[in-house]
């Protein structure tokens, strides 16, 4: 039997109708600045997670802007964006979308741009 041929690009994957007008704009805008290849399918909970985070993490740091003197509710929504920040920096590791995940050892680098001529762990000269 003849091995089947694919042709053309991989798409990127499609933004979920669930979503918010907001929250679809942040999706399209992550998912199309990554190659269609980046995301899968399994990956789609994570990204809304993602954009949902990342809306309640604008509002909350808007909160904290208007709350100028240290009060209790201040206290609450400065708990809240700790939170949601640590969050937010989990979900982008596993989306691999923050640049210390994007980065391979092999393309790492010392401060003069080269590796030992020995360096077979990828270790930093």
Same mark, same amino acid.
């Given at each position: 039997?003849?091995?089947?041929?694919? =042709?053309?690009?991989?798409?990127?994957?499609?933004?979920?109708?669930?979503?918010?007008?907001?929250?679809?704009?942040?999706?399209?805008? =992550?998912?199309?600045?990554?190659?269609?290849?980046?995301?899968? *399918?399994?990956?789609?909970? #994570? $990204?809304?997670?993602?954009?949902?985070?990342? =809306?309640? $993490?604008?509002?909350?740091?808007?909160? #904290?802007? #208007? @709350?100028? =003197?240290?009060?209790?509710?201040?206290?609450?929504?400065?708990?809240?964006?700790?939170? @949601?920040?640590?969050?937010?920096?989990? @979900?982008?590791?596993? #989306?691999?979308?923050?640049?210390?995940?994007?980065?391979?050892?092999?393309?790492?680098?010392?401060?003069?741009?080269?590796?030992?001529?020995?360096?077979?762990?990828?270790? *930093?000269?």
């Amino acid at each position: 039997m003849k091995d089947l041929e694919i =042709i053309g690009t991989k798409e990127f994957i499609s933004t979920p109708n669930s979503l918010t007008n907001r929250e679809k704009e942040i999706y399209e805008r =992550i998912v199309s600045s990554y190659s269609p290849d980046h995301f899968t *399918l399994g990956e789609i909970d #994570l $990204l809304k997670n993602y954009c949902m985070n990342f =809306i309640l $993490l604008e509002e909350y740091n808007k909160q #904290l802007r #208007l @709350l100028k =003197i240290l009060s209790k509710e201040h206290k609450q929504v400065l708990s809240m964006v700790t939170s @949601l920040n640590g969050t937010q920096g989990t @979900l982008s590791q596993k #989306l691999r979308i923050n640049p210390s995940s994007r980065v391979k050892t092999n393309q790492t680098r010392t401060l003069e741009g080269k590796r030992s001529e020995d360096d077979e762990f990828g270790e *930093l000269v």
